[in-house]
């Protein structure tokens, strides 16, 4: 079966600090890779997807970046945290191809400080 | 420009009695509509989705039902049970496309004992 890894579950990171999140997925290969974030008291915002090795589309111009170095490895960063950048990151998965749905990871709440 | 929009921050039903979270969504593209179940601190869960070319899709007591012409889809739980309060979000993605999924910002449900 399929699973989503996601790391680590809460960070605490001081104002113009770099940012890494680690998301890794088993049990599939191929597959489409999301990161939203929820910000506080907000829905789920697009940040990033992914449809394969080294393809990054960005869906809002912000302070950070994505990579996706393997193929079910999905990896959000910052060159340096702004405190906007606080909220609970979720990474999630899909199948390659439409009209399935996405599994998502346990979160990441990370707080600038 | 928000284009999958849930109207109602929050709802309260008694226990037994049927639950009903709204979703309205602009993008004539969206063919695929979704959705998910999320506790505080946790990623969210998937929980029903439904297809353009249906109106109606149920899983237990969970039902979605799609009205594409006036763009709007609806989440029906019966009989609601406490276990259920949770925050709702519906999503939306295009088939044939990029894949992605745009959430709304989420309805908070309470099922009162």
């Known amino acids: 079966s399929q699973t989503i890894h996601q790391w680590p579950a809460t960070l605490v990171q001081p104002v113009g600090s770099p940012l890494s999140l680690e998301c890794t997925v088993e049990?599939?290969?191929?597959?489409?890779l999301y990161w939203y974030r929820q910000a506080a008291g907000r829905g789920l915002q697009l940040l990033f997807y992914?449809?394969?090795?080294?393809?990054i589309s960005s869906e809002v111009p912000q302070n950070l970046s994505a990579s996706r170095p393997q193929d079910r490895q999905f990896i959000l960063s910052s060159k340096k945290l702004l405190l906007s950048d606080s909220g609970f990151y979720l990474c999630?998965?899909?199948?390659?191809?439409?009209?399935?749905?996405?599994?998502f990871g346990q979160g990441t709440r990370l707080t600038v400080v | 420009d928000q284009q999958v929009k849930q109207n109602s921050p929050s709802l309260s039903v008694q226990e037994g009695r049927i639950s009903i979270l709204n979703c309205d969504y602009t993008?004539?593209?969206?063919?695929?509509f979704l959705w998910y179940k999320k506790y505080p601190a946790e990623g969210p869960t998937f929980l029903i989705s439904i297809s353009s070319i249906k109106d109606k899709n149920e899983d237990g007591r969970f039902t979605v039902f799609l009205n594409k012409s006036a763009k709007h889809l609806s989440l029906h739980i019966v009989p609601s049970q406490p276990g259920d309060s949770a925050v709702y979000f519906c999503a939306a993605s295009a088939t044939s496309g990029t894949y992605k999924y745009i959430f709304g910002t989420g309805t908070r449900l309470k099922v009162l004992a």
């Open positions: 993008n004539s593209m969206f063919d695929y």
């Open positions: 992914s449809v394969g090795i080294g393809q």
């Open positions: 999630a998965w899909s199948s390659l191809g439409g009209g399935t749905e996405a599994f």
């Open positions: 049990g599939t290969s191929n597959p489409n």
